[in-house]
């Protein structure tokens, strides 16, 4: 620690200058993302809304349930998910292949493609040419100049990972080549088979149903993994617990993931195997999550004071315990008995928040956290906002997701009563939906301040200082406050 | 490392130790970060593996029902009839008057007659109608003899259609006892009564003794042999039965 490494400051102005380079496109994805993210909030607290009271704002046509759930799940995942996702790729493979972005016009102007892509496909699902297919509902010319648009973006990751430094391949950027390689494939063939060709609507259930699992799980999931083998090794300054576990968790995600989705098709007419093989897969998924979730808890709980001063570590080690119960609710969810009870509920949804706003987003949100300040070069403003963004968030999606999932058995077994009408069984739901809804609000306030934040940093508002905002009481244990410290000797964390 | 000519802050006209300065002074973040280090090799505890472990058990049990490939036996049950429910009150399907059961069961096995004889029964074209035809609504035995074996030459109104092949192939003895229930009381024919399939079984019997089993019958041999109803036990169309198995029901009171 005492003889300083000659190659830091080299390194500071090499990652510095990478951050420069990529200081637009990434700020980009990420204050258009929150901004969808809160699009897709209130129209989630809508159509949730319409589940107890169906008649809420339903004598419009384009406001009615079908379109506006779609709306809510496309803004969500298509303007929220895969920009935040985006914006952390370019920016990760670029730090850790060592490559200033020498195209960060280009992925601009194919994020705006992006956006307006995505844009016209949800005015299309509002002005009802959805396609009824979860996931896949905008019309079908999104997602060819989506699918461009992505490669816009990511073609540059994937040559800078070629042009890298020799050596070794640090574990995200496995997880990030695969999820780089990934996206096109099952985006790309799911869209050109269901809309490409004109097959059976069978098979175009089975590919959505499949394209819906590989979303979540060769997508989201180790974007969300690779970055947190990033931000807690990182902001710690510790080595990962164990680093063999985390190459052994990549490649059984690559082994497993892509055979799951079908078990959503339980009971449909396509060859009796595939239902099982995906619920087999989907169980499996609980390995990966396991190993990736335990190894870097364990990494974080070396040092917990850290990891509770640390906005980036708060959110990112509570996405990791996400992660964890994303696997578990996908072992039991999946598990034999229990799939004919909740294939047709709302615990599919919960789901899916789980994975995308428990687990994805909270690590994104902790990305940002740490991301921002450095091609911004300015601090967070207030440690008050992250803490509201914190604690709401928490309770908005431990609510969304317990209910939905708890809801969706209960709703299950009603169904299962086939003496009854349909209505009961929908009537066990309406509780549940009306706490979805007031927990959605939360997530809609905490959205509220966490887009203030972030806009505010985006104008260049942020603080000037040397010293990180963290979530400690400034008068607790420094007497003149974390600022108050110029010279840049103080606590290193962060 | 760096392009200089890419950075809009670095340009000729700067010096570069003291931007180089002023990149680590407004970098703070930046220069403050920690390396990441890859030499982790703590040891994993048991209970992750043996959590591993107990998820791959779920996982081949949920594989494991899966049973072969192809076989939809354990899915698609052929001739499956939903079970009774426990509570006893609701078993199966409510039972129904005789007639009824007979007369839904013989509509669908009509969908067969339907392509020559037409939906309401009147034929038209180069086919005869069973509307109000005398062979229909009487002797059971005859219609029952057309049916199986199809009919060559003129019908009962004497005029000559040519042959109506046999349907019978492949019959059971409840689908023709249906069809000729339904005939019979269908198309402004109303008979009333009831072809058991006891009644049709002893037809397709009689049908398979005859001297030339196998060809398509005639008038001549129709009033020959065959002119009089089906032997069995006749039916009270208002009897109660399990409109799956057209068994009589029990019923209460």
């Given at each position: 620690?005492?003889?300083?490494?000659?190659?830091?400051?080299?390194?500071?102005?090499?990652?510095?200058?990478?951050?420069?380079?990529?200081?637009?496109?990434?700020?980009?994805?990420?204050?258009?993302?929150?901004?969808?993210?809160?699009?897709?909030?209130?129209?989630?607290?809508?159509s949730n809304a319409k589940v107890t009271s169906p008649d809420y704002l339903g004598d419009c046509s384009w406001m009615t349930y079908g379109r506006v759930n779609a709306a809510h799940q496309a803004a969500l995942i298509y303007g929220w998910g895969c920009q935040a996702a985006f914006g952390m790729m370019i920016w990760l493979m670029a730090r850790l292949s060592r490559q200033t972005c020498r195209n960060a016009g280009t992925i601009l102007v194919a994020g705006h493609v992006w956006n307006f892509a995505l844009s016209l496909g949800i005015i299309g699902i509002f002005a009802g040419g959805g396609t009824g297919m979860p996931w896949m509902e905008m019309p079908?010319?999104?997602?060819?100049?989506?699918?461009?648009?992505?490669?816009?973006?990511?073609?540059?990751?994937?040559?800078?990972?070629?042009?890298?430094?020799?050596?070794?391949?640090?574990?995200?950027?496995?997880?990030?080549?695969?999820?780089?390689?990934?996206?096109?494939?099952?985006?790309?063939?799911?869209?050109?088979?269901?809309?490409?060709?004109?097959?059976s609507p069978l098979g175009a259930a089975g590919v959505n149903a499949w394209f819906r699992s590989a979303m979540l799980l060769l997508f989201f999931a180790p974007v969300g993994i690779a970055m947190a083998y990033y931000l807690v090794p990182k902001v710690l300054g510790r080595p990962v617990y164990n680093y063999s576990l985390s190459l052994i968790g990549f490649w059984t995600l690559a082994i497993v993931a892509p055979w799951a989705g079908l078990q959503k098709m339980t009971g449909a007419p396509i060859p009796n195997f595939l239902p099982y093989l995906g619920a087999f897969a989907a169980i499996l998924f609980a390995v990966p999550a396991a190993m990736a979730g335990i190894n870097l808890l364990k990494t974080a709980a070396t040092d917990l004071k850290t990891v509770n001063e640390s906005p980036t570590l708060r959110f990112t080690v509570w996405g990791l315990i996400f992660l964890l119960v994303f696997g578990l609710a996908s072992v039991v969810l999946n598990a034999p008995k229990i799939i004919s009870i909740t294939q047709f509920t709302i615990s599919g949804y919960g789901f899916e928040v789980l994975g995308i706003y428990g687990f994805f987003s909270f690590i994104a949100f902790g990305a940002i956290y740490f991301i921002v300040p450095r091609i911004t070069r300015r601090e967070w403003l207030s440690r008050r906002l992250i803490k509201m963004h914190f604690f709401l968030s928490i309770y908005g999606v431990s609510v969304v997701v317990l209910v939905a999932l708890f809801g969706g058995l209960m709703q299950g077994v009603g169904q299962e009563d086939f003496t009854q009408p349909w209505y009961n069984a929908a009537g066990f739901a309406s509780p549940y939906a009306l706490a979805t809804t007031v927990a959605w609000s939360f997530l809609l306030i905490s959205n509220v301040f966490f887009f203030l934040h972030l806009t505010l940093m985006w104008l260049r508002l942020g603080r000037r200082?040397?010293?990180?905002?963290?979530?400690?009481?400034?008068?607790?244990?420094?007497?003149?406050?974390?600022?108050?410290?110029?010279?840049?000797?103080?606590?290193?964390?962060? | 490392m760096q392009d200089s000519s890419n950075k809009p802050d670095l340009d000729e006209s700067l010096n570069v130790t003291e931007s180089h300065d002023r990149?680590?002074?407004?970098?703070?973040?930046?220069?403050?970060?920690?390396?990441?280090?890859?030499?982790?090799?703590?040891?994993?505890?048991?209970?992750?593996?043996?959590?591993?472990?107990?998820?791959?058990?779920?996982?081949?049990?949920?594989?494991?029902?899966?049973?072969?490939?192809?076989?939809?036996?354990?899915?698609?049950?052929?001739?499956?009839?939903?079970?009774?429910?426990?509570?006893?009150?609701?078993?199966?399907?409510?039972?129904?008057?005789?007639?009824?059961?007979?007369?839904?069961?013989?509509?669908?096995?009509?969908?067969?007659?339907?392509?020559?004889?037409?939906?309401?029964?009147?034929?038209?074209?180069?086919?005869?109608?069973?509307?109000?035809?005398?062979?229909?609504?009487g002797d059971t035995q005859k219609f029952a003899m057309i049916v199986l074996n199809g009919l060559s030459g003129p019908s009962s109104t004497g005029k000559n259609w040519g042959v109506m092949p046999a349907q019978g192939i492949g019959m059971s003895p409840t689908d023709l006892a249906a069809v000729m229930t339904y005939v019979?009381?269908?198309?402004?024919?109303?008979?009333?009564?009831?072809?058991?399939?006891?009644?049709?079984?002893?037809a397709i019997a009689i049908s398979e003794a005859r001297a030339n089993a196998g060809a398509p019958t005639s008038a001549d041999e129709l009033s020959a042999d065959h002119a009089k109803m089906l032997p069995g036990e006749p039916l009270d169309p208002s009897t109660m039965l399990d409109p799956i198995t057209l068994e009589p029901v029990e019923t209460e009171g």
């Open positions: 620690m005492s003889v300083p490494d000659p190659n830091y400051d080299k390194d500071g102005v090499l990652r510095a200058s990478i951050d420069r380079s990529l200081r637009h496109p990434v700020m980009f994805f990420f204050t258009s993302g929150a901004a969808w993210l809160a699009v897709a909030i209130l129209l989630g607290i809508v079908s010319f999104a997602w060819m100049p989506m699918l461009l648009a992505y490669i816009g973006i990511a073609i540059w990751s994937m040559v800078q990972f070629k042009v890298r430094p020799a050596g070794h391949t640090y574990i995200s950027q496995w997880y990030l080549l695969a999820a780089l390689i990934w996206f096109p494939w099952f985006f790309g063939s799911s869209h050109f088979l269901v809309h490409g060709f004109g097959g200082s040397s010293h990180p905002t963290l979530l400690v009481d400034p008068h607790h244990d420094n007497p003149h406050g974390p600022e108050g410290d110029i010279d840049n000797a103080g606590s290193m964390v962060h | 990149t680590v002074r407004d970098a703070a973040a930046v220069q403050r970060e920690k390396h990441v280090d890859e030499g982790g090799r703590e040891p994993m505890s048991l209970w992750v593996f043996g959590a591993c472990a107990f998820i791959l058990l779920i996982a081949g049990l949920a594989l494991g029902s899966a049973g072969t490939l192809f076989n939809y036996d354990e899915t698609v049950r052929p001739g499956y009839v939903r079970a009774a429910l426990d509570g006893g009150d609701s078993a199966g399907p409510p039972p129904a008057e005789a007639l009824k059961v007979y007369m839904a069961k013989g509509e669908k096995i009509y969908g067969k007659c339907i392509g020559c004889h037409a939906p309401d029964g009147k034929g038209g074209g180069a086919y005869p109608a069973l509307a109000g035809s005398d062979w229909v609504v019979r009381n269908s198309f402004g024919n109303s008979v009333g009564d009831v072809v058991t399939s006891e009644m049709a079984a002893e």
